[in-house]
Every structure is written in structure tokens, then in C-alpha cells.
């Protein structure tokens, strides 16, 4: 599956941003979707994955604020970040793996990524 993710900006804190994650090449619902993110100086870190529609796990840190979605017709995954701080700035990515297997809360478990959207939180 290719992915192309966009939605990132430039945003104040406590404003919101929605990213979008579209895929092609296969259909979204026989994957496990995430979203990760890479702030400078730092290892890439989960944000969030989904696996079942309503089965997601968000990162502690932004439990609460960001939240997934899936539209299977759309074959496209968003993720919503409501009150963001300047902690939230990184290049954010989507990514896929087939469902099963590992539980997909670290970058090796998966082989398909988007090429990354920058958001940027000023204080």
C-alpha cells in the first residue's frame, strides 16, 4: 500500500490540525493504521495506531487531544490533534502493516509510510 499523508501547518498552542493519510494500491481495511511523529533531535515515537475500527492506542502524551479515524470508502486515515502545545511539534507520519501479528506500537512493525507532514506548534 502507498501512502500520502498532508495537513500539516503551522498553528498556535492550544489550536488544531487534521492530518490526512491517503492510501492506494490497497484497500485500508485489511491494515493496521498509525500515526507517528518526529521531533528534531529525536527518535521517530507512536502517536497512535488503529487496528479494528474502534480499537486505537494513543501515546500518553497525547491521550485526550488527537484523536484517529478510518473511512474505509474514503480508503483514508485522519488524525484530528485538538489543543496542541509546542511538545507536539515533529514531522508526523502515517503508516501501514497487514492486520495481525505485532502490535505495531514501534517503526519496525511497519513496511509502508507516508513521506511525512511537518507541523509546527508555536508557543
Known amino acids: 500500500v502507498q501512502l500520502q499523508a498532508c495537513g500539516g501547518g503551522l498553528v498556535q498552542a492550544g489550536g488544531s490540525l487534521r492530518l490526512s493519510c491517503a492510501a492506494s494500491g490497497s484497500i485500508i481495511s485489511r491494515y493496521a493504521m498509525a500515526w507517528f511523529r518526529q521531533a528534531p533531535g529525536k527518535e521517530r515515537e507512536i502517536v497512535v495506531v488503529n487496528t479494528w475500527s474502534d480499537s486505537a492506542y494513543y501515546a500518553d502524551s497525547v491521550k485526550g487531544r488527537f484523536t484517529i479515524s478510518r473511512d474505509n470508502a474514503k480508503n483514508t486515515v485522519s488524525l484530528q490533534m485538538n489543543s496542541l502545545t509546542p511538545e507536539d511539534t515533529a514531522v508526523y507520519y502515517c503508516?501501514?502493516?497487514?492486520?495481525?501479528?505485532?502490535?505495531?506500537?514501534?517503526?519496525?512493525?511497519?513496511?509502508?509510510w507516508g513521506q511525512g507532514t511537518l507541523v509546527t506548534v508555536s508557543s
Open positions: 503508516a501501514a502493516k497487514r492486520l495481525g501479528g505485532s502490535s505495531g506500537r514501534s517503526s519496525p512493525d511497519y513496511n509502508s
